[in-house]
């Protein structure tokens, strides 16, 4: 399969011996992207939504078409519930401070669990103390398992949300995010689930789901950088307040009172990023273009594949092995700082990730301070896990003899 899609990216031709496996942090981009990019800056380039001459009406509807198509891209009801920002993290602050600020109170609690990236952890932490709630945050177990039990105890009246990854960043556990969203909605308690790790493989069906807030952010999708979604449930579009304020957003502006516009250009202060969002665009026809059941097999096949290899090697240990794993291997190399490995693999043309990966509480509840992390995609393919395991093996020579 890789083969089949490898030399739709140019990068690969650039460098050719390069092994890629830090799609976890971001994808790369197939040239279909680069181009359309392209185009809009040289046939489309206007601001949007306020001109009446015909190129700003065409980067309009450029614009609004993406919106139409992310919405059914991941089976929206109607475009008014997709938001635009500049990525998950911003799709994230907006659900805390556009909607929940105003609806928590002292007392009231968020749950949340210990392997959420620092983007789907702060905002809900730093809320719940500035509003005197209290942030619940479930375990897992020592294979990377979420503690459904434990999880479901933290959920009650109080809960005014409830943020969970569909798959964590650093273990790639594949979180039953349809069981997480039943349950929390049994206690009526709404769900914003992170989705970064799972849109470029995973197809998602909101309406199927039935979360309540769903984000991603589209450079993890072969999509450009600065761009991300907010999709947001119909019964809450109408409690999305503003916090970005500016032009574009705007009903009316007076000297003593202003009105906006409703969700979703209420998000949309100042001069969005059109170009990116009509690469975002092209992404999303990407992927719909592939045989997404193919994509899921091979994306598995090389988690068991790159599992099996590194636990045969001297002096590798993975870090967890949870029931439900995709695309993402973390491991520590013995004796060997995690940052020292990643340097050594370089030269070997092997780009991988070492460090925290935005999940401190995760690590250190793990009693770990770095991991180093692999993680892949459908340019990628056994070989280059070969590569990896065969560079490994000389680096634990090179460094215990």
């Given at each position: 399969m890789a083969n089949d899609y490898k030399s739709s990216f140019p990068i690969f031709n650039?460098?050719?011996?390069?092994?890629?496996?830090?799609?976890?942090?971001?994808?790369?981009?197939?040239?279909?992207?680069?181009?359309?990019?392209?185009?809009?800056?040289?046939?489309?380039?206007?601001?949007?939504?306020?001109?009446?001459?015909?190129?700003?009406n065409r980067a309009t509807d450029t614009y609004e078409e993406v919106r139409s198509q992310v919405a059914t891209f991941i089976q929206a009801p109607n475009p008014e519930t997709i938001g635009f920002t500049k990525g998950t993290t911003e799709s994230i602050n907006t659900v805390a401070h556009g909607f929940?600020?105003?609806?928590?109170?002292?007392?009231?609690?968020?749950?949340?669990?210990?392997?959420?990236?620092?983007?789907?952890?702060?905002?809900?932490?730093?809320?719940?103390?500035?509003?005197?709630?209290?942030?619940?945050?479930?375990?897992?177990d020592r294979e990377g398992n979420l503690d459904l039990e434990q999880w479901s105890s933290l959920i009650n009246e109080r809960t005014k949300?409830?943020?969970?990854?569909?798959?964590?960043?650093?273990?790639?556990?594949?979180?039953?995010?349809?069981?997480?969203?039943?349950?929390?909605?049994?206690?009526?308690?709404?769900?914003l689930i992170d989705a970064a790790q799972s849109v470029a493989h995973y197809p998602l069906d909101v309406e199927t789901l039935g979360c309540d807030f769903l984000v991603f952010s589209g450079h993890k999708m072969f999509g450009p950088f600065g761009?991300?979604?907010?999709?947001?449930?119909?019964?809450?579009?109408?409690?999305?307040?503003?916090?970005?304020?500016?032009?574009?957003?705007?009903?009316?502006?007076?000297?003593e009172e202003s009105s906006f516009a409703a969700y979703p250009f209420n998000l949309e202060a100042g001069t969005p990023n059109v170009a990116g969002v009509a690469g975002l665009g092209e992404a999303i026809a990407f992927v719909t273009s592939l045989d997404r059941k193919k994509v899921v097999d091979h994306i598995h096949d090389l988690t068991h594949y790159a599992t099996a290899r590194l636990k045969d090697i001297e002096g590798i240990e993975l870090i967890g092995s949870p029931k439900e794993q995709s695309g993402i291997v973390s491991f520590e190399v013995s004796d060997i700082h995690p940052h020292d490995v990643a340097s050594r693999l370089n030269r070997d043309q092997i780009a991988v990730r070492a460090g925290m990966h935005c999940t401190q509480p995760l690590l250190e509840g793990l009693g770990l301070s770095a991991t180093t992390r692999a993680s892949f995609s459908i340019y990628n393919d056994r070989q280059d896990i070969d590569n990896l395991a065969e560079s490994l093996v000389e680096l634990h020579s090179f460094w215990h003899d």
């Open positions: 650039k460098y050719p011996g390069l092994v890629y496996l830090d799609n976890a942090a971001t994808t790369q981009k197939p040239r279909s992207v680069i181009e359309r990019m392209t185009d809009f800056y040289t046939e489309e380039n206007a601001n949007i939504h306020r001109g009446v001459y015909e190129l700003s929940l600020a105003p609806r928590l109170t002292k007392g009231d609690n968020i749950v949340t669990t210990i392997m959420e990236h620092h983007a789907n952890f702060l905002p809900w932490q730093q809320l719940a103390k500035s509003q005197q709630a209290e942030l619940r945050v479930a375990r897992i949300m409830v943020a969970v990854t569909h798959i964590s960043n650093t273990l790639g556990t594949i979180n039953p995010i349809k069981t997480l969203v039943d349950r929390a909605h049994e206690k009526g308690a709404p769900v761009t991300g979604i907010l999709y947001v449930h119909p019964k809450w579009i109408k409690a999305m307040h503003p916090h970005n304020l500016g032009g574009g957003m705007i009903r009316h502006v007076g000297v």
